[in-house]
């Protein structure tokens, strides 16, 4: 089975970092995938990590480390339209099976 | 097409009565997926054909649910004998070798 943990809630300012963390067990790994999910929208893609390292893409990076079954989502100079819910979701490699965690909705203040 | 392609976008339906959600993936992906979103809530992983097989069903809810997908492409997802419980955006994916890619979603009122 699978199981994947992200916090609830956080909040941040306007030109600010944040550091969205995701922890995973699966029984077989295969790519950890970030969302962006406006309100009232579909997920849309934001970026994908199979092998261990960041993986940059402009002003989001997503790490991952395979071994201890964490990654994180980076968000840097952080606008007000980033605020959203950001989605973790892992493959598991026997099923093709894509699992979201519940989300990590994000605020950011003026 | 461009994207996943969801219909209808909206359902307002009477506790008891059988729904249909379509869902037409974008071309040439061979993964489809349907996901349930409650207000405010994660995405809950409901069934995955890989072609027109379903290998993984563990997701449905219960035996009011079922779905198919015919010539590897279109899938419709039946709600029989609708529950105010069902009440929920259902979403459809379809992946190639890589990301999932989203439809709008239907958005499910049981009455």
């Known amino acids: 089975g699978q199981n994947i943990d992200q916090p609830t809630e956080m909040t941040a300012t306007e030109g600010a970092i944040v550091q969205i963390n995701c922890t995973y067990q699966?029984?077989?790994?295969?790519?950890l995938f970030w969302y962006q999910q406006h309100a009232g929208e579909a997920p849309t893609f934001l970026s994908y990590n199979v092998l261990d390292g960041l993986e940059e893409k402009g002003r989001f990076s997503s790490f991952l480390s395979r071994s201890k079954g964490y990654s994180y989502l980076l968000l840097k100079e952080l606008q007000m339209k980033d605020s959203a819910s950001y989605l973790c979701a892992v493959r598991d490699i026997a099923t093709d099976k894509l699992i979201f965690g519940t989300g990590t909705r994000l605020q950011v203040f003026p | 097409g461009a994207g996943v392609s969801q219909s209808p976008s909206n359902k307002v339906t009477e506790k008891g009565k059988d729904v249909e959600l379509r869902c037409d993936p974008i071309?040439?992906?061979?993964?489809l997926y349907w996901y349930r979103q409650s207000l405010g809530q994660g995405l809950e992983f409901l069934i995955y054909f890989q072609g027109n097989s379903a290998p993984d069903k563990s997701g449905l809810p219960s035996d009011r649910f079922s779905a198919e997908r015919t010539g590897g492409s279109v899938s419709t997802l039946t709600i029989q004998r609708t529950q105010q419980e069902d009440s929920a955006v259902y979403l459809c994916?379809?992946?190639?070798?890589?990301?999932?890619?989203f439809g709008n979603g239907t958005r499910l009122t049981v009455t």
């Open positions: 699966t029984s077989g790994f295969n790519g």
């Open positions: 994916a379809s992946s190639g070798v890589g990301a999932l890619h």
């Open positions: 071309s040439g992906h061979t993964a």
